[in-house]
């Protein structure tokens, strides 16, 4: 099956520090990746849409300058959030989508990054 | 539809019990959905997925069911184990819009042996 990988999975960082995470989809070529970010007890909340070349879409309310995606192949997405305060503490999660003779097909999802900001 | 809300809704059975799972989805036009499984600490995994040209879809031990009609899905386990113990969420898709997925709320299964 499709396999997402998200690395690191657990960041523990002193507040002013940038953190960058990586998604890879490893056995296939995603034709989009999407950055989500959950909240304990609670569902995924989209932040953006990430296709390779192209600038991310950024879902409302979510700052473009604190959260930059950049997607450098149809393999690699990374997020990078920028001067993390403790309130950006939160689980990260990835997914790679694709699609098949124009039909969507189910997103595949990373393990996530547990972010911990003191 | 939209996820909101501060609680998740949870779901007790007994090993062996069959589980039924439910999702109300608000978008008339989404066409397709899918159902995860998330356990702790961990990111969503998919078990099973239906488009609009159906009613019903089964796998191992799954069976998703959809009614187009009121606009609901639900997610039925058969013999649930304690390992089957986790978030469950439904997610919409309008085929031919976007691949973005809106997540529905989640239930937390609980397997009790």
């Known amino acids: 099956g499709a396999v997402v990988s998200q690395h690191p999975s657990w960041v523990i960082c002193k507040s002013g520090t940038s953190v960058k995470i990586e998604c890879r989809s490893l056995d296939f070529q995603a034709t989009t990746m999407f950055w989500y970010r959950q909240f304990p007890k609670q569902s995924l909340m989209l932040m953006a849409t990430?296709?390779?070349?192209?600038?991310?879409?950024?879902e409302q309310g979510v700052e473009k300058d604190k959260f930059l995606i950049n997607h450098a192949s149809l393999t690699l997405s990374t997020l990078t959030v920028t001067s993390a305060h403790p309130e950006d503490s939160s689980f990260y999660i990835c997914?790679?989508?694709?699609?098949?003779?124009?039909?969507?097909?189910?997103?595949?999802f990373g393990d996530g990054t547990r972010l911990s900001i003191l | 539809g939209e996820s909101v809300g501060l609680h998740l809704p949870t779901l007790s059975v007994q090993e062996g019990d069959n589980s039924i799972i439910n999702c109300a989805y608000s978008?008339?036009?989404?066409?397709?959905f899918i159902w995860y499984k998330q356990e702790s600490g961990k990111g969503p995994q998919f078990i099973i997925d239906i488009r609009s040209n159906m009613d019903k879809r089964q796998g191992q031990r799954v069976t998703v069911l959809l009614n187009k009609t009121v606009k609901h899905l639900s997610l039925q386990i058969a013999a649930t184990q304690p390992g089957d113990s986790a978030v469950y969420f439904c997610a919409e898709n309008i085929q031919g819009g976007s691949e973005k997925l809106v997540f529905g709320k989640g239930t937390k299964l609980t397997v009790n042996p």
């Open positions: 978008n008339s036009a989404s066409d397709y």
């Open positions: 997914s790679a989508g694709l699609r098949i003779g124009g039909s969507n097909q189910p997103q595949h």
């Open positions: 990430s296709n390779e070349g192209s600038k991310a879409t950024y």
